[in-house]
């Protein structure tokens, strides 16, 4: 069976719950998920993961300068270098997520694969089309 980890940093909880509904819907594909805050997380178990879905809340001035926060980043450069897993990142947010994928990657950069995905919610709910983005990504597409 296949692991996926999913590590989220949630200050209000819109955050974790798209990780629960993440590794929910994960689970319903023979997927085996790990749900894990950054405070939580074991950076050296990561490297043997199949998936590793990373997410933090967006925060900025709202229509600009969206950046992920400090505990998220400090967590992110923490992440021992791998090529293993396949690499997605999420978001939550009000208005528009921005820069957020790009500072997250930027953080990401030059340790891990390049991510593959990127789903964002205002809700913390999965919608269709984030759906069939999970589906793209475990298939590998
Ligand atoms: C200080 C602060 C800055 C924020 N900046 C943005 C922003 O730039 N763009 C946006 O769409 N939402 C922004 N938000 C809204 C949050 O990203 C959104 O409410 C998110 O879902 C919160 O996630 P959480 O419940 O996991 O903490 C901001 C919220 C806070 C508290």
Redesign the pocket.
Known sequence: MKRAVIV?R???????RLAEEIGAYLATRDIDPQVVSVGGCDVQALRDVDYLLLGC??????????HPDQPWVDFARAIPATTGPRIGLF????????SMFAQMRRHLAGRLSAPVLELKS?T?RLSESNRRALERFIAGA
């Open positions: 989220y949630s200050r209000t909880g819109t955050t974790r809340w967006t925060g900025g001035l709202m229509i600009v300068r969206q978001t939550t947010y009000k208005l528009a997520t921005g205002r913390g």
